[in-house]
């Protein structure tokens, strides 16, 4: 596969629509749930993919991957930490975004 970008954007937007499906319509629930299990599900199969594109041995692979998840995990890691600061130094509360209405 030459070119890997439409595939990439294709499963990128079918996380996007349905992350923006449940704010927009709560309702529907369930389908959205599904597209967005299908959208990181493919987006997780595409990067194991990606990586074997790119390399010829098992020893490069493993280089590749190895990177690869570090800096996934790195990321991972300083998201909540980073969150926390930037709530505790703006003194704000914080709200999810579908827990705004009144019961």
Sequence with gaps: MPDQRLPAAVVAALSAIALLGLLAAPRDAALWAVLFGLGTGAGIILG?????????TAHQAATLSGMAQSIGYLLAAVGPIGTSTIQRSTEHEPRLALDTKEP
């Design 48 to 56: 194991l993919t990606f990586v074997s594109f790119r390399t010829s």
